[in-house]
């Protein structure tokens, strides 16, 4: 079982920065991939960003250049450094674990809200 709580999320305006943390509970932290993930009113939730435990990194299309994921395996941190934001960003933002390799089960936080004023 991985606890995860994600924070930092608030109030900014259009072409503003935040950065996310998301903690987890496990000092195994380091083996897993984890991910940040959005969700609008009434969507489901979508990819925004990854990071392996080898430190590989992915976005979506729609984050590229603006938001960096990076994580520290000390801390058991996984970062989410959001930057130029706009209105359309604004979302909940939920932090992933896992699954791990051979398994299905991936964690989740309670997610912390982003709101971007025009």
């Known amino acids: 079982q991985v606890q995860l709580a994600e924070s930092g999320g608030g109030l900014v305006q259009a072409g503003g920065s935040l950065r996310l943390s998301c903690r987890a509970s496990?000092?195994?932290?380091?083996?897993?991939?984890m991910g940040w993930y959005r969700q609008y009113p009434g969507n489901q939730r979508e990819f925004v960003a990854s990071?392996?435990?080898?430190?590989?990194?992915n976005y979506d299309d729609s984050v590229q250049g603006r938001f960096t994921i990076s994580r520290d395996n000390a801390k058991n941190t996984v970062y989410l450094d959001l930057s130029t934001l706009k209105p359309t960003d604004t979302a909940r933002y939920y932090c992933?674990?896992?699954?791990?390799?051979?398994?299905?089960?991936?964690?989740w936080g309670q997610g912390t809200q982003v709101t971007v004023s025009s």
């Open positions: 992933k674990a896992g699954p791990l390799p051979g398994d299905h089960v991936a964690y």
């Open positions: 496990r000092s195994t932290f380091s083996i897993y991939d």
């Open positions: 990071i392996s435990r080898n430190g590989i990194t």
